[in-house]
């Protein structure tokens, strides 16, 4: 007996499609919300899903994408709208929509619609992307390496640097051929211990730890004390110092937690030629999920690509690439992206004039003070380019260890215990 899931805000419209679809033998389940409809969908894992796109908490068609995006659409979906339009309908074959019904809805219409879709032998999914796709580049493969070296000791991984679609990829490199996956920050209600029970032996990933509100952070607990039982990996990105997140109100413990085991992403910086082959990588990846229309690169865009300056916030790059790459996809007129597209979103050079102007408030102070701020700048500047390794720093400026800590307490730069060690 195929089972239906129908859902819809108006519970009239539920009762009614639940009577005539019960009435034809079939399995109905019921779901008000998007919310409710992701845990029916994770439970159960419904034949067809008869889904309404003007819903109050998240509507029909951002929920119907983050399946797609999330490889979670296995079973056909048939979307339904009083207020139809071609566009709607449209967008939602996009994103992989098997048909799209108008209310008030005709009992042929609903009932012929409901037989072809579950004859209907969805199209294969492409695989998530992953960095064994990077293997080509030496110093994505060494990160590779230390990835997965660090996931096979430890059941929580924190990615630092970059959120979202990056650090997703990463994430998916960990997890096993259909293992389960669930993306923590789509979950709004209470984690229990029978939803990690289903997901045993996967992985849950966290897009971006700055974004997650007081109910997610608790799931993040939760899930936390569970792993090793459950069998269960975590993959948790943040772009911003955990310090920040204390501040906002995380509780410290579970920060300390989570801050044990963590990798950045090596930069972009100094891998130029690299960079046509990873961009183009990545646009593949957005087209194949349906995020972008058909896109490919000029030979005069991947050379463009390769004069990008990187040297900003290095451990931002790959994020900035991403999202740059995307960009291009998503607002390039032509289905070939030109050199014209790349310098019309690229970052901008650093302009000497306008860093020089920025230190000119410098020149109107006495010269010890004005000396103390720039060596100040200087060494904040580049203990973040080094990561915090104050071995790095002390070759890069120049001084001794031991002196080097010295003047940058005297300097008010506090260090952590990490830098210290």
């Given at each position: 007996?195929?089972i239906?899931l129908?859902?819809?805000?108006?519970?009239?419209?539920?009762?009614?499609?639940?009577?005539?679809?019960?009435?034809?033998?079939?399995?109905?389940?019921?779901?008000?919300?998007a919310?409710?409809?992701?845990?029916?969908?994770?439970?159960?894992?419904?034949?067809?899903?008869?889904?309404?796109?003007?819903?109050?908490?998240?509507?029909?068609?951002?929920?119907?994408?983050?399946?797609?995006?999330?490889?979670?659409?296995?079973?056909?979906?048939?979307?339904?709208?009083?207020?139809?339009?071609?566009?709607?309908?449209?967008?939602?074959?996009?994103?992989?929509?098997?048909?799209?019904?108008?209310?008030?809805?005709?009992?042929?219409?609903?009932?012929?619609?409901?037989?072809?879709?579950?004859?209907?032998?969805?199209?294969?999914?492409?695989?998530?992307?992953?960095?064994?796709?990077?293997?080509?580049?030496?110093?994505?493969?060494?990160?590779?390496?230390?990835?997965?070296?660090?996931?096979?000791?430890?059941?929580l991984?924190?990615?630092?640097?970059?959120?979202?679609?990056?650090?997703?990829?990463?994430?998916r490199?960990l997890?096993?051929?259909?293992?389960?996956?669930?993306?923590?920050?789509?979950?709004?209600?209470?984690?229990?211990?029978?939803m990690?029970?289903?997901?045993?032996?996967g992985?849950?990933?966290?897009?971006?730890?700055?974004?997650?509100?007081?109910?997610?952070?608790?799931?993040?607990?939760?899930?936390?004390?569970?792993?090793?039982?459950?069998?269960?990996?975590?993959?948790?990105?943040?772009?911003?110092?955990?310090?920040?997140?204390?501040?906002?109100?995380?509780?410290?413990?579970?920060?300390?937690?989570?801050?044990?085991?963590?990798?950045?992403?090596?930069?972009?910086?100094?891998?130029?030629?690299?960079?046509?082959?990873?961009?183009?990588?990545?646009?593949?990846?957005?087209?194949?999920?349906?995020?972008?229309?058909?896109?490919?690169?000029?030979?005069?865009?991947?050379?463009?690509?390769?004069?990008?300056?990187?040297?900003?916030?290095?451990?931002?790059?790959?994020?900035?690439?991403?999202?740059?790459?995307?960009?291009?996809?998503?607002?390039?007129?032509?289905?070939?992206?030109?050199?014209?597209?790349?310098?019309?979103?690229?970052?901008?050079?650093?302009?000497?004039?306008?860093?020089?102007?920025?230190?000119?408030?410098?020149?109107?102070?006495?010269?010890?003070?004005?000396?103390?701020?720039f060596?100040?700048?200087?060494?904040?500047?580049?203990?973040?380019?080094?990561?915090?390794?104050?071995?790095?720093?002390?070759?890069?400026?120049?001084?001794?260890r031991?002196?080097l800590?010295?003047?940058?307490?005297?300097l008010?730069?506090?260090?952590?215990?990490?830098?210290?060690?």
């Amino acid at each position: 007996m195929a089972i239906i899931l129908v859902v819809d805000d108006e519970v009239g419209i539920r009762e009614l499609l639940s009577e005539i679809l019960i009435d034809e033998g079939y399995d109905v389940r019921l779901a008000e919300n998007a919310t409710a409809a992701r845990r029916i969908r994770t439970e159960l894992r419904p034949d067809l899903v008869l889904l309404d796109i003007w819903m109050p908490d998240t509507d029909g068609i951002s929920l119907l994408k983050e399946w797609h995006v999330g490889g979670q659409l296995s079973m056909p979906v048939v979307m339904m709208s009083g207020h139809g339009t071609i566009d709607t309908a449209v967008e939602a074959t996009r994103f992989g929509a098997f048909d799209f019904l108008e209310k008030p809805i005709g009992l042929q219409k609903l009932l012929s619609t409901v037989q072809k879709a579950l004859k209907h032998d969805a199209p294969p999914l492409h695989p998530p992307l992953t960095l064994e796709a990077f293997g080509r580049s030496a110093f994505v493969k060494e990160f590779k390496r230390r990835l997965e070296q660090a996931a096979a000791k430890s059941s929580l991984v924190m990615i630092k640097g970059v959120t979202g679609g990056m650090a997703e990829i990463c994430a998916r490199t960990l997890l096993p051929p259909r293992a389960p996956w669930l993306d923590l920050s789509s979950l709004s209600s209470a984690l229990t211990q029978e939803m990690l029970e289903k997901i045993s032996g996967g992985l849950i990933f966290v897009p971006d730890l700055a974004v997650l509100g007081k109910m997610q952070q608790m799931n993040l607990a939760y899930a936390v004390d569970r792993l090793d039982k459950l069998n269960l990996q975590i993959v948790a990105a943040v772009a911003r110092p955990l310090s920040s997140l204390i501040e906002a109100g995380w509780d410290n413990k579970l920060l300390t937690k989570l801050g044990e085991v963590w990798l950045s992403l090596p930069p972009l910086a100094g891998h130029a030629d690299e960079l046509p082959e990873i961009a183009s990588l990545l646009l593949t990846n957005f087209v194949e999920r349906g995020e972008v229309q058909s896109r490919r690169f000029s030979s005069g865009a991947l050379n463009a690509l390769r004069t990008l300056p990187w040297k900003n916030q290095p451990e931002a790059s790959w994020g900035d690439l991403y999202v740059l790459v995307r960009n291009l996809a998503l607002t390039a007129l032509e289905e070939e992206i030109s050199a014209e597209d790349v310098r019309r979103v690229a970052p901008v050079e650093d302009n000497p004039e306008s860093e020089k102007a920025s230190l000119l408030p410098l020149f109107g102070r006495p010269l010890r003070e004005a000396r103390d701020a720039f060596e100040k700048l200087y060494f904040e500047h580049h203990l973040r380019l080094e990561g915090g390794n104050m071995t790095k720093l002390a070759e890069r400026s120049g001084l001794e260890r031991t002196h080097l800590y010295r003047k940058m307490k005297q300097l008010g730069i506090a260090l952590n215990k990490r830098h210290e060690e």
